[in-house]
Each structure stands twice: as structure tokens, then as C-alpha cells.
């Protein structure tokens, strides 16, 4: 991977940079990894289907379950409750619909080949910048 030149776009020397972490750095090894990923839950689901390892991976799940209700934090799951009645489509659905007919009602951004900026838009802008000229 190519770092980047001592020299920032105003022309002085930038700061030294720090070298990124190649996250899929290795082509081979990340599709070794999917694909034993894939396979195990391949597996997993046929194994679902087989009344005697349904009770095995049950109890697995059930350990899985106990060990992440005894790291939770009291404030942390008071914002995850809140943040979960906040994605509700109860509450989402009238938001989207509200925004979605704001923005119909609103006049175009852009009209007759006109688009404004502040109180100006840009002909008149340009006009302006031609009279200081």
C-alpha cells in the first residue's frame, strides 16, 4: 500500500502519519475464514434439525444467554430500551411521513435554472460578482 507524500495540499510538510491497519490484508486467509464460518453454520442448522442436538446446543445457548445477562450495565440498558422504542415503526412511520410530505410541500430546490443560496440565489450572485469586477 502506498503512504502518502510529505506534503500537504498548501504545500507544506504534513504531520507524519500513522500506518493504517490493513483490515483484509490477506485475500486467502479471509476467504478461509468465511467460508469455515459458513460451513459451521451449514452445520449448526442441520444439526437443529436432530432432536438430540437440538438439546445440546440448547443448553450451549442457554449458558451463551446467562453469560451476556450477567455483564449487562443498569444505564446501558435503560438507553438500549429507549433507543429500541425510538425504532419502533410505531414511531418511525409517522416521522418518515412527516418528513416525507414537509419536503413535497417545500418549494424545488432548484427553480428555473435557479439555485439559491441564502437570500441570493446564484444569477443574482453572479450578476453581483460581474458589477465588482
Known amino acids: 500500500m502506498r503512504t502518502r507524500s510529505g506534503m500537504s495540499l498548501t504545500g507544506l510538510p504534513s504531520a507524519p502519519q500513522d500506518q493504517e491497519h490493513a483490515l483484509l490484508a490477506a485475500p486467502r486467509r479471509d476467504v478461509a475464514v468465511t467460508t469455515v464460518v459458513v460451513l459451521l453454520t451449514a452445520t449448526l442448522f442441520a444439526a437443529v434439525a436432530n432432536h438430540t442436538a437440538l438439546t445440546h ?15 449487562r450495565s443498569a444505564p ?45 440565489n446564484v444569477r443574482d450572485n453572479d450578476r453581483h460578482a460581474e458589477r465588482n469586477l
Open 57 to 71: 446446543i440448547q443448553r450451549l445457548d442457554d449458558g451463551w444467554l446467562r453469560l451476556m445477562i450477567s455483564g
Open 76 to 120: 446501558l440498558t435503560a438507553t438500549a430500551m429507549v433507543f429500541n422504542v425510538l425504532g419502533l415503526v410505531y414511531i418511525t412511520l409517522p416521522v418518515r411521513i412527516a418528513i416525507a410530505v414537509f419536503l413535497a410541500m417545500r418549494p424545488p430546490m432548484v427553480a428555473h435554472g435557479r439555485v439559491h443560496c441564502g437570500r441570493r
